[in-house]
């Protein structure tokens, strides 16, 4: 049974750079259609989708977001990392990893989430 | 796409039926899907495409709509179902607008 788990620091400090993995255990994306997408929540922004991306490389970002976002994917340990940098405040949040499928009815649909990981911004 | 979730709170005994509403400034034809969310944990897919319950959700939960305006209705409504509901269209690509939720509390 497919399992995402996401890690990285819990405190970040203004305008430095957030950086979390989501690693994949119990199965992997490669070899489907499906991508790993970063959704993160916060009181203020309730729901936010951030970036998706598949193994093959293909992304899609959030515009919002996009000029300080950057997904990669290492195939090899089968996990998927995530940099927002300049980050401030509004970046607090929970930081979760979720598959999507981008096809058919169940398109964008978040079938399978982390647990997630809360990040604060502070100095 | 603007999508205002209705009510934002509501109150309810085990054994009601509950509907939740979300309306879309815009058609999103049916693509739309409802998550529930407990405190502390991540949400969980319950419908997708408007109507289609997802795997190993209880057939309680029930999605339909109509291009603008989408209901979920949880008929009789069990314990374990208090928890906050979130919309999302996806038409709006890449993966759409998020509602911001209804709390669904114990009367």
């Known amino acids: 049974q ?3 788990q996401e890690s990285g620091p819990g405190l970040v400090k203004p305008s430095e750079t957030l950086s979390l993995t989501c690693s994949v255990s119990g199965g992997s994306f490669s070899g489907t259609s499906y991508y790993c997408a970063w959704i993160r929540q916060s009181p203020g922004m309730g729901l936010e989708w951030i970036a998706s991306i598949h193994y093959s490389g293909r992304s899609y970002y959030n515009s919002s977001l996009k000029s300080r976002v950057t997904l990669s994917v290492d195939t090899s340990k089968n996990r998927v ?3 927002l940098t300049s980050v401030t ?11 999507v499928s981008r096809s058919g009815s169940s398109r964008g649909a978040f079938d399978l989430w ?7 911004v502070s100095s | ?11 309810a005994s085990v054994g009601d039926t509950v509907t939740i509403t979300c309306r879309t ?8 899907n409802w998550y529930q969310q407990k405190p502390g944990k991540a949400p969980k897919l319950l ?7 997802q795997s190993g959700v209880p057939s309680r939960f029930s999605g339909s709509g109509s291009g603008t305006e989408f209901t979920l209705t949880i ?8 928890a906050t509901y979130f919309c999302q269209e996806t038409y709006s690509l890449p993966e759409g607008t998020f509602g911001q939720g209804t709390t669904v509390e114990i009367k």
């Open chain 1, 89 to 99: 405040a509004a970046d607090t949040a929970v930081y979760y990893c979720a598959r």
């Open chain 2, 25 to 32: 400034s815009q058609s999103v034809n049916t693509y739309l």
């Open chain 2, 1 to 11: 796409i603007q999508m205002p979730q209705s009510p934002s709170s509501l109150s």
């Open chain 1, 114 to 120: 982390g647990p997630g990981t809360l990040v604060t």
């Open chain 2, 75 to 82: 008929s009789g409504l069990q314990p374990e179902d208090f």
């Open chain 1, 2 to 4: 497919l399992h995402l």
């Open chain 2, 47 to 53: 419908i997708y495409g408007e109507s289609y319950l």
């Open chain 1, 81 to 83: 990392s995530l940099q």
